[in-house]
């Protein structure tokens, strides 16, 4: 089963409400069972993870980040070549989620570091199945070294 532990946490950068809408949707649908938290652009995606402001500082390190490229006041590309630049975050998988389907953008997010690529479909059942194949994107447990 590709269900990932409980304890699996996304965050999400997302300013569109209704594709947020979706993907909480999608999640519930594939039988995902993830602690989803949402973000509304780059800039607020990496205060999140470097806990900053009062409304961070309690923020669970993510699994996982799901990206849109298109956002206000910092673009999923400039986030996602901060995180990459980052040796506190570099290890954690972004998935870029994206209406554009046009090879150079999924070049372009592949070159800077990202670990996936899925398109938006309109078609529902179509971006089910592509949430449903998220938990391949999981970070590796670190087991403590022995001695």
């Known amino acids: 089963m590709n269900d990932p532990l409980p304890g699996f946490v996304i965050l999400l950068a997302e300013d569109e409400p209704a594709d947020a809408h979706l993907l909480r949707l999608a999640l519930t649908e594939s039988g995902m069972v993830a602690n989803l938290q949402h973000?509304?652009?780059?800039?607020?995606?990496?205060?999140?993870?470097?806990?900053?402001?009062?409304?961070?500082?309690?923020?669970?390190?993510?699994?996982?980040?799901?990206?849109?490229?298109?956002m206000p006041r910092m673009d999923g590309r400039e986030f996602l070549a901060a995180v990459k630049e980052?040796?506190?975050?570099?290890?954690?998988?972004?998935?870029?989620?994206?209406?554009?389907?046009?090879?150079?953008?999924?070049?372009?997010?592949?070159r800077l570091g990202a670990a996936g690529y899925i398109s938006k479909s309109p078609d529902v059942t179509e971006f089910i199945s592509e949430i449903r194949q998220l938990s391949r994107y999981r970070r590796p447990l670190r087991l403590p070294e022995g001695p």
């Open 39 to 70: 973000v509304v652009d780059g800039r607020e995606a990496l205060e999140y993870l470097r806990r900053q402001g009062r409304r961070f500082v309690q923020a669970q390190r993510p699994d996982l980040i799901l990206l849109d490229l298109n």
């Open 86 to 110: 980052d040796a506190a975050l570099c290890d954690i998988p972004v998935v870029v989620l994206s209406t554009s389907e046009v090879e150079r953008d999924v070049l372009a997010a592949y």
